[in-house]
């Protein structure tokens, strides 16, 4: 069965620095799908980014990137120019293509963004 | 136009009670999922429905029941409510099961049983 691990159950950043957030799988398939979801105190679930298993190309969108290292079945999620609206739980999760379309999630890390 | 939408929002209720949650998405999309979220936050998936079938029940006790009345609704009916079963659930939709299908979750529903 497929496992993600969030290791770091704390992050904090000062505003404007960068920050990067932690997360490994554990899958023997070779199609699946990454992604990072922000949970803000409202609990609304927002997807951040995502990433398809066979591109090699990191995903970036405005201020978020990830870092996909396959072989060490990593995805780290690096926040440039840190927001006080950053603050939030984030969530790594992990998608195959032969499971019904659930996601599985990681444990969360919540970030901190001191001004 | 909220794309998944969930009511109620908050739910209070007593041990033994029964209660239903409602799900609805205007996204034309063909799968919707329950998640659970429970007090340490850890997000777990309960029961997806494609098309109006179930094709994803993860090991949910038979108090749980999922209905889909049709493509746009997943309604969770809990009976006999229990003290563990305080936690917020999460409605999700997406457009197939297939990798490509990004899920777009409702706003959540906060259960408390006392």
């Known amino acids: 069965a497929q496992t993600v691990t969030q290791s770091q159950p704390e992050m904090s950043v000062q505003e404007a620095e960068t920050v990067t957030l932690s997360c490994t799988y554990d899958?023997?398939?070779?199609?699946?799908?990454l992604f990072w979801y922000k949970q803000p105190p409202s609990r609304q679930m927002i997807l951040v980014i995502r990433?398809?298993?066979?591109?090699?190309q990191n995903a970036t969108e405005n201020r978020f990137s990830v870092n996909f290292q396959k072989a060490a079945k990593s995805f780290s999620l690096k926040i440039s120019d840190s927001q006080l609206g950053d603050a939030a739980m984030y969530f790594c999760?992990?998608?195959?293509?032969?499971?019904?379309?659930?996601?599985?999630f990681g444990q969360g890390t919540e970030l901190s963004v001191k001004p | 136009d909220t794309a998944v939408s969930q009511t109620p929002k908050y739910l209070v209720t007593q041990m033994g009670n029964d209660k239903s949650i409602k799900c609805e998405q205007n996204?034309?999309?063909?799968?919707m999922y329950w998640y659970k979220q429970d007090s340490k936050k850890f997000l777990k998936i309960m029961f997806s429905?494609?098309?109006?079938?179930?094709?994803i029940n993860e090991t949910v006790p038979n108090r749980f029941s999922p209905k889909s009345p049709d493509k746009a609704h997943l309604n969770l009916h809990i009976n006999s409510l229990e003290l563990g079963d305080s936690a917020v659930y999460f409605c999700?939709?997406?457009?197939?099961?297939?990798?490509?299908?990004?899920?777009?979750f409702g706003p959540g529903t906060r259960l408390t049983v006392t």
């Open positions: 996204l034309g999309h063909d799968t």
């Open positions: 990433q398809e298993a066979y591109k090699q």
């Open positions: 999700a939709s997406s457009q197939h099961t297939g990798t490509g299908g990004e899920q777009y």
């Open positions: 999760a992990y998608r195959s293509e032969n499971q019904g379309g659930k996601l599985i």
């Open positions: 429905y494609n098309n109006k079938e179930l094709i």
């Open positions: 899958t023997s398939e070779s199609d699946y799908y």
